[in-house]
């Protein structure tokens, strides 16, 4: 009678003596003789790991000259502004004595801002606001509505059209002021309020200027949208409007809000387009208002002045905060078709 044999570990169910399994070699225990199987060794062992071979050290970068000079155009950028509002809380009314910032400090220059019934400051804010929102969403719908049918349309003169607000926006601005001051005294005398000394006229005019600028600028953004979403669209009998007012222009936001600001700015800044057609104090603008505190000789209240312009500046540097995640991906996105 045959004594069953104790299967080894590694042996399948059923396998017995020397009819094991060939994957059972490598469970087996190891002899004790000279063998040919090859032994596990540490190269999978990541370096460094239960040795005593030392660790590579990073190198300094060496940017810190880097923040130095980010430290030094800060203090370089924000020395006129500390200067300008020490200025304006100074009671002397003039620069020479703002020397010693924060020497005196008062709160009268922003008084007689506000309170002088001669120099509205409160009426040409509205006056600025106003002209620059009009002209900001103006730029962008006409702009846009350029750009789009300059990016998606195939038609004649399509390159020619091109090329021409290129070249026209070649030549400085100060050529057409002459021009624009004769234009506009021959339409106030059909349409008073699109002539000389309205807002309406003054924002046609920025309207005009700053098409050709714009819509290049757009131009490349809207040729970063595949026209395959037109396609689509078409297919599913959109029309050409609702394409553009549905599909195209939420995905164009950022460089609409750019072109937005940027028309926003020039026009809340802008002095001498703004001097040639407003001609009544009530009309003025703050760039145009402003400059009657430092117009009369041996009468400059630059105290005044330094604190309009503070005021001033703080719908800019507000709308620069609240828009500024807009700003890099607009300005860059029409750079590389694709």
Same mark, same amino acid.
């Given at each position: 009678?045959?004594?069953?044999?104790?299967?080894?570990?590694?042996?399948?169910?059923?396998?017995?003596?020397?009819?094991?399994?060939?994957?059972?070699?490598?469970?087996?225990?190891?002899?004790?003789?000279?063998?040919?199987?090859?032994?596990?060794?540490?190269?999978?062992?990541?370096?460094?790991?239960?040795?005593?071979?030392?660790?590579?050290?990073?190198?300094?970068?060496?940017?810190?000259?880097?923040?130095?000079?980010?430290?030094?155009?800060?203090?370089?950028?924000?020395?006129?502004?500390?200067?300008?509002?020490?200025?304006?809380?100074?009671?002397?009314?003039?620069?020479?004595?703002?020397?010693?910032?924060?020497?005196?400090?008062?709160?009268?220059?922003?008084?007689?801002? *506000?309170?002088?019934?001669?120099?509205?400051?409160?009426?040409?804010?509205?006056?600025?606001?106003?002209?620059?929102?009009?002209?900001?969403?103006?730029?962008? *719908?006409?702009?846009?509505?350029?750009?789009?049918?300059?990016?998606?349309?195939?038609?004649?003169?399509?390159?020619?059209?091109?090329?021409?607000?290129?070249?026209?926006?070649?030549?400085?601005?100060?050529?057409?002021?002459?021009?624009?001051?004769?234009?506009?005294?021959?339409?106030?005398?059909?349409?008073?309020?699109?002539?000389?000394?309205?807002?309406?006229?003054?924002?046609?005019?920025?309207?005009?200027?700053?098409?050709?600028?714009?819509?290049?600028?757009?131009?490349?953004?809207?040729?970063?949208?595949?026209?395959?979403?037109?396609?689509?669209?078409?297919?599913?009998?959109?029309?050409?409007?609702?394409?553009?007012?549905?599909?195209?222009?939420?995905?164009?936001?950022?460089?609409?809000?750019?072109?937005?600001?940027?028309?926003?700015?020039?026009?809340?800044?802008?002095?001498?387009?703004?001097?040639?057609? *407003?001609?009544?104090?009530?009309?003025?603008?703050?760039?145009?208002?402003?400059?009657?505190?430092?117009?009369?000789?041996?009468?400059?209240?630059?105290?005044?002045?330094?604190?309009?312009?503070?005021?001033?500046?703080?719908?800019?540097?507000?709308?620069?905060?609240?828009?500024?995640?807009?700003?890099?991906?607009?300005?860059?996105?029409?750079?590389?078709?694709?």
């Amino acid at each position: 009678m045959s004594t069953p044999t104790t299967p080894t570990p590694g042996d399948r169910p059923g396998n017995t003596g020397t009819n094991r399994a060939p994957w059972a070699a490598a469970t087996a225990a190891p002899s004790t003789g000279p063998s040919n199987t090859v032994q596990p060794t540490d190269t999978l062992r990541p370096q460094g790991a239960g040795t005593g071979a030392p660790r590579r050290r990073r190198r300094p970068t060496g940017g810190g000259w880097k923040h130095l000079a980010a430290i030094a155009a800060c203090v370089f950028a924000l020395f006129p502004l500390v200067y300008a509002l020490s200025a304006s809380l100074s009671a002397s009314g003039s620069l020479l004595g703002s020397n010693r910032l924060f020497s005196d400090v008062t709160g009268a220059n922003y008084t007689n801002l *506000l309170t002088d019934p001669q120099n509205p400051y409160l009426t040409w804010f509205a006056n600025s606001m106003f002209v620059s929102v009009t002209t900001a969403v103006g730029t962008v *719908l006409m702009g846009a509505a350029a750009a789009y049918a300059f990016s998606r349309f195939r038609f004649r003169s399509r390159k020619g059209g091109l090329l021409a607000l290129l070249v026209i926006q070649m030549f400085p601005q100060l050529l057409a002021f002459v021009a624009i001051f004769l234009l506009l005294f021959a339409i106030s005398e059909v349409y008073p309020f699109m002539g000389l000394n309205s807002r309406l006229g003054l924002v046609a005019v920025y309207l005009g200027g700053a098409l050709g600028a714009n819509t290049f600028l757009m131009y490349g953004f809207f040729n970063t949208i595949p026209k395959d979403l037109d396609e689509a669209a078409e297919m599913d009998g959109a029309s050409h409007a609702q394409i553009y007012w549905t599909m195209i222009l939420p995905l164009v936001t950022p460089i609409l809000v750019v072109v937005g600001m940027l028309s926003f700015i020039t026009s809340f800044s802008d002095f001498l387009l703004a001097q040639i057609v *407003l001609q009544d104090p009530g009309q003025y603008t703050l760039a145009v208002g402003l400059y009657q505190f430092v117009a009369v000789q041996f009468g400059e209240n630059w105290g005044v002045f330094t604190a309009g312009a503070i005021l001033a500046a703080i719908p800019v540097v507000a709308m620069f905060l609240f828009l500024q995640r807009f700003i890099v991906s607009g300005l860059t996105g029409g750079a590389v078709k694709g």
